[in-house]
Every structure is written in C-alpha cells, then in structure tokens.
C-alpha cells in the first residue's frame, strides 16, 4: 500500500469517525483499515489515533498529519476529478446544503435556470438549518448565513441579509402596535431557541446600539418556524428579510420600528474544502450565485 493510499486511510477514519465507517466509505475490510493505520503509525514513529471501541482521536502529532494528509488527498482527487470532466467541461453530480430560508425563496426558484445552462450537472441539494458538516458528508458546497464556522473549509463572501421585526395585521389588532422598543417587554415576541443572543434586539438610542431583551412562550430552532408563526399570528418576530419579504409585500406581515431597529447585515458565504473550486461544475456554480445574489438585499 503506498503512501497516499495510507493518508487517505487516515482521513477517511477522522472524518467519517471510526474504522468502520472509514472501511466502508473505502471499500474496505475494518482489519484492513486498522493495519494500515497501524503501518502508518509504526513507519513515521508516533501515535497518530487514540483508539477506543466507541471512538478516536487525534494525538497531537496525529492532527498535525492530518491536517496534511487532508489537503494533500484534496488536492489528488481535485486534479483527478478536474481532468475526468472532461477537459473543464462541467458534468458530474453537485452536492449542496443550504438553509431553508436561502434554499426555498431565493436557490430553488432559480436552479432551472442553472441546470439549463449545465445539463450534464446533477443537483443533489440538502436543506436544513443543522450545520452540516461538509466534509465528514463529502459535500461539494454550503451556502451558509453568517461566519463560516469551520476552518477546514474556504469561505467565499457574496451577500448580505438585513433582519427585520414583524407582525401580522391580526396580531397588532389584537395586541396594538409597540412604538418604541420598551413596548416590547408588553408584547410576546417569538425567538430562535439554538441562538440566545438572537433575543437581544438592537436598537438606536442617543447615538449608540441598545439592545432590548425580548420574550415569549414559544422559541423554535429555524427561521422557517418564525416565519410561520409570526403569519399566524402568534406573536412578533426578528427575521431576515430573504424569509418575510415576500409576505411585507403581500401585506400579510407588518414592518415595526424601523426608524429606530438596527438590521445588522449577516454576511452569506459559500463555503468548500480547498482547491475544489478547480472542479468545473463547482466553478460554474460559484459564478451563477456571485451572478444571482451577489451584493443582494431584498426590496421590501
């Protein structure tokens, strides 16, 4: 077995979290998988994995290999793939995730247009507010809202989204209007229960940011659910303006305090193990979003 085959044995077990499960993203047999490892440990010196019936680890010597040894076999099956697509032509299947908010209102009514113009690249998209882990998942690409998250993976920067607060019509018939961010402690607001700080509202107040903590009884975790929830009815909500603008401009949801609400842009990155970017199908696909969204914000 020669040495990349060894390093790819090696990344395969830390990505994919186990012998086993490396043994069978490779095709292999576990025995195998653990001698090879152990070949490897024994030929450089040192222990890279701390092994346990349940789990592994990377020793410290461990994750400085590993960290080579995943760039070095990105970089072979990068300079494979790129030459198999036949000559930069893109083809191939395109494995994506994306939250639901970008995916539903603004990717999917567009992907005809990609697929059009690509006919030979297949889409497989994954929509889910989760973090995805990308590389333990092979993906291709993220389309995430907010820092990148994860340093193994490139971050390409091209939009931003703005939050805005908002209510339907037969709430604030209900509850009344707030006018100031002080109303708010009157009023059930509805917030994401996997980001606390989202319940601290900012606020402009003397020249400075004050942010107003705000309550309810209902916390979801995805920004679909706020949407859902504030339409019926349920309460007030901070969301980003991909997910409500279409309901401002039907009228079934209501802008609040604008004039003093702060809407902080959230940057929008796509993010991708590096060099992948060479692959053709990923590249057509980075230039179609740069060329869609880029510098987006929506028009309420």
């Not at 990105?74 to 939250?99: F, K, Q, W």
């Not at 998209?125 to 193994?152: E, F, H, Q, S, Y």
């Not at 859902?228 to 901070?238: C, D, E, S, W, Y």
Request: proline share 6%; hydrophobic share 40%; with cysteine.
């Amino acid at each position: 077995m020669d040495r990349a085959a060894e390093m790819e044995i090696l990344v395969a077990c830390v990505d994919h979290g186990g012998l086993t499960a490396a043994a069978e993203r490779l095709n292999l047999t576990p025995s195998a998988i653990s001698k090879a490892v152990t070949r490897l440990e024994e030929r450089l010196g040192v222990k890279l994995l701390e092994r346990t019936t349940r789990r592994i680890a990377l020793t410290t010597e461990g994750r400085a290999f590993y960290d080579s040894a995943r760039r070095i076999i990105g970089e072979i099956n990068d300079a494979e793939a790129g030459v198999m697509e036949n000559r930069g032509r893109p083809r191939g299947t395109l494995r994506i995730t994306s939250g639901v908010a970008f995916a539903t209102n603004l990717l999917a009514p567009v992907l005809g247009d990609f697929t059009e113009a690509y006919p030979e690249v297949t889409i497989e998209l994954g929509i889910t507010d989760r973090m995805v882990d990308i590389v333990a998942a092979n993906l291709d690409i993220g389309i995430r809202t907010g820092p990148v998250g994860d340093d193994r993976l490139v971050g390409r920067r091209f939009a931003d989204v703005h939050r805005v607060i908002v209510a339907s019509p037969a709430y604030l018939a209900r509850r009344g209007r707030p006018l100031h961010p002080d109303d708010l402690a009157r009023h059930t607001c509805i917030t994401p229960s996997n980001a606390p700080g989202l319940s601290l509202w900012p606020f402009r107040h003397g020249g400075q940011i004050r942010r107003v903590e705000v309550r309810g009884t209902v916390t979801v975790d995805d920004a679909a659910s706020l949407h859902a929830l504030a339409l019926g009815g349920l309460g007030i909500t901070r969301v980003a303006d991909t997910i409500v603008a279409p309901s401002i401009r039907t009228g079934q949801l209501v802008p609040l305090l604008e004039a003093q609400h702060v809407a902080e842009p959230v940057p929008m990155h796509l993010v991708f193990p590096p060099g992948r970017q060479r692959l053709p199908k990923l590249r057509v696909f980075l230039d179609f979003i740069q060329e869609r969204f880029g510098t987006h914000r929506s028009t309420l």
